[in-house]
């Protein structure tokens, strides 16, 4: 198993920045691909972006492709999410989470659906005000 702990969301203006971190305790790190999640009150969890085991590949929604940078750091134990240029939009709790795919192929296939990924940290508030 992996634990997870999300930290550095907030209250921002637009066109600010935030960097959102993931700590990860527990199970090797870098046995799972990671992705990121957010929910907006009212509507469905939907996904952000993602990173395989060693951050060769990544993988962005359209909403936040060239503002949002995934990244991690298995020495540290450590996922990363850097926003740039926040808008308004963007308001929502950011959820990582974690996956242990039988492969690359199959997480290549399913890695924005947050169904098949295992482990989930608590969340974090990200506000941009207009």
């Known amino acids: 198993q992996v634990q997870l702990a999300e930290s550095g969301g907030g209250l921002v203006q637009a066109g600010g920045s935030l960097r959102l971190s993931c700590a990860a305790s527990g199970r090797t790190f870098s046995s799972y691909t990671m992705g990121w999640f957010r929910q907006a009150p009212g509507k469905e969890r939907e996904f952000v972006a993602a990173?395989?085991?060693?951050?060769?590949?990544?993988y962005y929604a359209d909403s936040v492709k060239g503002r949002f940078t995934i990244s991690r750091d298995n020495a540290r134990n450590t996922l990363y999410l850097q926003m740039n240029n926040l808008k308004p939009e963007d308001t929502a709790v950011y959820y990582c989470?974690?996956?242990?795919?039988?492969?690359?192929?199959?997480?290549?296939?399913?890695?924005?659906?947050?169904?098949?990924?295992?482990?989930w940290g608590q969340g974090t508030q990200v506000t941009v005000s207009s």
């Open positions: 990173i395989s085991w060693h951050g060769a590949s990544t």
């Open positions: 989470a974690a996956d242990h795919p039988i492969s690359t192929q199959s997480w290549r296939n399913y890695y924005s659906d947050s169904r098949p990924y295992d482990y």
